[in-house]
């Protein structure tokens, strides 16, 4: 799922590879599009990008203003899959649901590419009001959000369900959080005021640590900024893991070149990682990470340990066609899952008695342990017994 690192790549890559291209014409929307059509149309246009968490705001603007329509603004969500590619027109990938044409000639695309269809885009200008600050371009924003409100009922969650709340850690998503909390070595089902609220003592204990530290006139820039970057704390990361994805840029995000996408997989440490654990949260979200899952994890679910050598392949590949599975497959593999298949039963009994005549033979072929005592003896002993009429005869 794109998260604040994609959404901020995305950013650069239109206004990289559309700042000097001249747009023309109408805004061409798919059938399917989860969006609005838009009523924008110029003969001649520009298109800029500017990220937010997880929104990415477009401006369509006309070269002449005076002729021209107003600019028109469109905000993104990506959902699940979704992305910004250029292309030429006459190779249209598929689910572009939103094509932005260039005058060129022969004409290129800029087009909104979604495969799963959970993204969507509406008009204006406005980010999503119940979202809070980002945490890469309004970092100490979004830690004033947090700190300030560490009252709210939201921070009684995990950790690691707090973290994806957008309320407060608008870009943070699912691989970021397990990279996150992996790294400072918490759980993830830890409260989440419990580990927050401990970050007001370290604020205050570091900056006397560090002032003192500072003060030392041998200290070049780039130590004192290498001391900023020693131990930091669980916000911090939020702003630093993202940055660390966006400064490497394509080295580690293009799904289309393996290469590059293999550089992103070894860069994470603990997300799908093989070998770490798995459980899923109380929203029904996977988090992976390494240790005990903390005291408030869900009841009833075991820590298990999963290879994902599939989930990277289809996470590098959205477009993969997903294999086709019919009720009546499903039902035979539920089933299955309930009732074994006879060859597996033969394996399991192979050493026991088999089926038919054998099972009538059972008492007879079957060595007892102790010599056979009669029926009727034996009723009489436990008669006898209860009684008290004296002992059981000998056999």
């Not at 070595?185 to 005021?193: M, Q």
């Not at 609220?197 to 500072?214: D, I, N, P, T, W």
């Not at 003060?215 to 970057?229: C, E, G």
């Not at 007879?364 to 009684?387: D, F």
Request: net charge positive; aromatic share 6%.
């Amino acid at each position: 799922m794109p998260e604040c690192p994609e959404l901020h790549l995305a950013g650069r890559f239109i206004n990289g590879a559309c700042g000097a291209l001249v747009f023309a014409g109408g805004v061409e929307r798919s059938a399917v599009g989860r969006g609005p059509e838009v009523p924008f149309r110029s003969e001649a246009y520009s298109i800029s990008a500017i990220a937010r968490g997880k929104e990415l705001r477009l401006t369509l603007s006309a070269l002449e203003p005076a002729a021209g329509p107003p600019a028109q603004d469109l905000v993104f969500r990506f959902g699940m899959s979704g992305s910004f590619r250029l292309c030429p027109a006459a190779e249209l990938p598929r689910h572009a649901h939103l094509r932005f044409l260039t005058r060129e000639s022969p004409p290129r695309a800029l087009c909104f590419v979604d495969p799963r269809r959970f993204g969507s885009w509406r008009l204006g200008d406005a980010w999503q009001p119940e979202r809070g600050p980002c945490v890469v371009s309004e970092y100490q924003a979004f830690r004033e959000n947090v700190l300030k409100n560490l009252d709210d009922r939201a921070f009684d969650k995990p950790i690691c369900e707090v973290l994806l709340n957008q309320k407060y850690f608008n870009g943070i998503g699912n691989y970021l959080r397990a990279e996150i909390l992996y790294r400072l070595k918490i759980p993830p089902f830890e409260k989440a005021r419990t580990v927050l609220e401990a970050l007001k003592e370290q604020k205050q204990e570091r900056r006397k640590k560090v002032g003192k530290e500072y003060q030392d006139p041998s200290l070049t820039l780039s130590k004192k900024v290498k001391l900023r970057q020693e131990n930091p704390d669980l916000l911090e990361l939020c702003h630093t893991v993202p940055l660390e994805v966006i400064m490497a840029e394509k080295q580690l995000l293009d799904p289309e070149h393996s290469d590059n996408y293999a550089a992103f997989k070894n860069w994470l440490q603990c997300y799908l990682v093989p070998g770490m654990s798995s459980l899923r949260d109380h929203n029904g979200r996977t988090i992976w990470f390494q240790g005990e899952p903390g005291p408030m994890a869900p009841k009833g679910q075991r820590p298990r340990k999963t290879r994902c050598e599939k989930s990277l392949q289809l996470k590098a590949d959205p477009e993969a066609p997903s294999p086709k599975v019919t009720p009546r497959a499903s039902k035979q593999r539920r089933r299955a899952a309930v009732n074994p298949p006879k060859s597996e039963e033969k394996e399991e009994k192979a050493d026991g008695p088999r089926k038919g005549c054998a099972r009538r033979r059972r008492k007879a072929t079957a060595a007892p342990a102790l010599p056979e005592v009669p029926l009727c003896v034996r009723r009489s002993c436990r008669i006898s017994a209860r009684r008290g009429k004296g002992t059981a005869p000998a056999v």
